[in-house]
């Protein structure tokens, strides 16, 4: 059932937020749309959560990258705010200055820099992007809609093991009824690695299939161009460290807000930029902040009466801190290598063979803390496709014992 009010609350959160950007600059402008926007973001936590329905309110919970980046660009513009700061990168300089306040042209402008979070094409791109698309729109939307079919198929294939896999008890009748022991581990390591792998390839496949769907139809209606649809996530056989999984192959969607708040911290502390101090607090920092937003959003969601605040966010928050160890471990191992050997560089297959080893092994370890927060929360209970093509086929896969 839809929590009206709480669902209010979030699409105020998102109203005000073009509110201000299409507004003209005025005295206070900057405070006050930082005070507004923290406390809406504040008051989510107060009214509910919006559904009693954990797939239903998630799209609400993850509203909070849009604010985020509208709090950064609001906090980092310069002169009268954004229209001084951001603009894209075919149009002129300040494009904003000459758009009249609350006209249509402002309000398309407005969206562009609240939804574009990697500033695609805009003059606050975020760096390690993937190439953009090179080719006519007609082979874009073909290409897009092949991927499309498989995303469609793979996201099919991940749901419907997820409910065999995580939500079947072993005698194969019931979905467990309480929630507060369920884990995606497993004693056997072979159904440790098989469960964390179907785990980890789902938000993959799943956010793939959403961005495609929606170049589909921004370029399709004309809406967009080719090249503000570069591929969402990188190239993963080149993930041989977890530094290059979170800076070249993840979304890069958190990358500026992120970028902005910890250089801000350094600053404010005095700590010189280049230096390992300043290098190592940011990653620290990065991930820290990553992990409490995205443990708040979970708080967002409903969940049973047994499960506690803590049962909700530590996992997640021990999860992206473990990152934070993990990059500044390996960055340990790589110097020390080199001063130990002398800089003799190692055998690249060699190398890619234990960068490998290392990312995975990383991620069987620390996934399990994160995603035994979503079964609490019963977040994966149900498909969000309504239907499925593999179910018969999915259902020859034994339950783990």
Known sequence: MLNQTAAAVHIALLAVQLLFLISPPFRGRRALCITTITGLAIATHFVGPPSDIAGDAQPFALLWPIYL???????????????????????????????????????????????????????????????????????????????????????DLLLQLSERLFWTPADGTLK??????????????RWSFFKVLAFACGPYFFVNLQYVTASIVAVGLNLSRVEDWPPYFGNVS???????????????TLRRSLTKATGFMVDFLSIPRGTNLSSYLQVWLAFAISGFMHAQSMLLLPHPSNITSAECTVGVMAF??????????????QWLWKKLSGGLEVNPWVKRIIGYTWVIWSFW?????????????????????????????????????
């Open 365 to 401: 370890v620390s996934l399990p803390w994160a995603a035994d927060v979503m079964m609490r929360t019963r977040l994966t209970e149900e498909s969000f496709l309504g239907f499925s093509f593999l179910r018969s086929l999915v259902h020859r896969v034994p339950i783990p014992p």
């Open 238 to 252: 080149e993930v041989t460290t977890v530094r290059h999984f979170w800076g070249s192959f993840w979304h890069q």
């Open 176 to 189: 467990h009824a309480d929630s507060k022991y369920l884990t995606i581990s497993h004693p056997d390591w």
């Open 69 to 155: 980046g509208t709090l950064d660009k609001f906090l980092c513009a310069r002169g009268d705010g954004p229209e001084d700061s951001y603009w894209r990168a075919d149009r002129p300089a300040r494009e904003a200055r000459a758009m009249k306040p609350f006209s249509a042209t402002k309000i398309r402008w407005a969206a562009a820099l609240m939804f574009n979070t990697r500033g695609v094409r805009w003059n606050y791109e975020v760096k390690k992007l993937p190439p953009k698309p090179g080719m006519s729109r007609q082979r874009f939307l073909f290409w897009q809609t092949v991927d499309f079919v498989k995303l469609l198929l793979m996201s």
């Open 320 to 333: 992206f801190l473990w990152q934070a160890a993990a990059i500044t471990t390996e960055d340990f191992v």
